[in-house]
DNA sequence: GCCAATGCGGACGAAAAGTGACCGGATGTC
DNA sequence: GACATCCGGTCACTTTTCGTCCGCATTGGC
């Protein structure tokens, strides 16, 4: 049955796999005369798909880029590495685009087979979170955001079904929750799930790391209207223990573009002081963090920290510890 | 014409964006009676698709995940996320999935709109590489691959497609290339381009961010046989400067236990010295990227670097610049 | 300039499929 | 038990699909 549709998927995954396609190589693998595929190629064209066709002697089909995105006909592989992607591009928290690629990590996880599901978790515990390589981390040594919980929730919220969870509150304490997930919702670089607590009846926000043992009751609910927006707000006045952010200003014995240049992306706000200092500004949620980017600057070159005592301990600890470390390696 | 292909792939796309529908909203959604309906669902079901049904009164259809994936129809914001979510994979250099990550997003940048791609860009600039915030860096601080020439050779190799563009070798010289591109390979967090030179009649490594000006001639050429292990070879043999790894061993006056839960993910190779101590040994491409692994020991602890006399210099280097930084903040 | 290879699309008739209406049945929830 | 929902068989009718045959247009190599 349907042999009509199925050949017209295929002939969309051959385009899809390879740019150049004669008639000749695609009759042949669809087993039909180039008549039907000429017709074929005709349907697909009427369904958006902009397929060029080129005649002479090195003629052939090619899929170029259309007025939409025809439907993406992956392999297997292909699909573990763009649930990959989007998982890390999901945690990593990237800002302005969250619900897009939450509702694009959805459809996915939604089909993802089981075997596949296995193969993204073990590629996923063989590689840095966030990917590159041993150095790359952003700020506590444990962020980590569990990717899977991510999907399973932005699942759930998407389709309006309830959920029962374990959490552990800030005091420590544990509770069972029956919830009805609307959004999640990235603060300070922790995501949160906003939730209707069917047991207290009242809307709560649930900070994901302090979730466990989720089960999907697939009950649904009738969602009541609600703005990305207003998820936003809610979620941010109710984060009470707010980003306790660090910031300072660095003054540097540098021209205002060679810091610039030398940082590169991360330098795009040294501003000048005069012609020979500039003023870096930096912040980050740890002394730390911000200790890690003063490591960058370039060698040689003296600088000073303003508006921050706290940073200002923290090197003078610091240079100590350096240099009781070196000391003790002699 | 052809109403029932593009209604079944209609179909499909509704049950991808919402888990659940009722067999009213899709027949008043596709326009057809209920019989048509259960005859795709039908069709669907033979083509692979794990589509379930409930009945009873809050019965309908949902899409499960079954044996293979089908095709993932997405809405334009969708693709950008999922375009996005490849880039910057494929740019962090994840390690033993390159090569599906470049096939999927070869795929992907072949049907993207010119729209789109315009999207994606005005993205990408807006958030930090590799995404994130701003201490999240990985070595250098200008690695930067541009994740559109990676996209635009990944499809030119893909499809053996002739490439015209400039090159600019180590030594600063420019010249024009014509090459038939073979692959792209990652090696020590740089891609290197491994294609044929039509010119020099030879096979040429050339690094990504001394290619400019791509022009993709659309002349296509037969390529010979090269295996992903071959062509990986070849790259790294041709890479002279090779990766100057540095390593190091930390030991911590700390129980190995202890240490390891502290630095989670990056304490996975934490050995135990005695009952007190543990070592932690790390590597990296820059005394700084080590450096900055030191910060982020637990405080108080008490530490010496063993094996690298260079790890050490710095950090009596450094613990003077902190200190001479701390004292100038006075 | 000619030729071979390639893609184009109209026409036709036989075969296949798709479609809606109708039905009795099964399986859930309330 | 009442009701809502999905299930799948059958039938008659309509529409599409498909291969074959055709002359035509375009391209690159000889």
Redesign the pocket.
Known sequence: ?????S?TLELLSLLQSHRHW???ELTGRL??????L??????LRELGYGIE?????????RLEAGTGLPPLLLSDDEGVAIALGLRSQATAGLRGAEHTTLSALAKIEQVLPPALRRRIEALQSHTAVGAGGAWNRSGRPTPEVDAELLGLLALASRDSERLRFRYTDATGAASARVVEPYRLVPVARRWYLLAWDRERLDWRTFRLDRISEVFSTRVRFEPQEMSEEAARERVERAVRHRRRSIRARIVVELPQAELAEHLGWYGREVEAVDASHCAWPIEAESVEALGMALIWLPAGVAYRVEDSPELRAYLTAQAERFAAAARASA
Chains 1, 2 share one sequence.
């Not at 000429?38 to 349907?43: F, G, K, L, P, T």
Request: glycine fraction near 14%; hydrophobic fraction near 25%.
């Open positions: 049955m349907a042999a009509t549709t050949r004669s008639a000749r087993g039909v005369s180039d008549r039907t000429r017709r074929d190629v005709e349907r066709s080129l005649r002479g002697s090195a003629g052939g089909y």
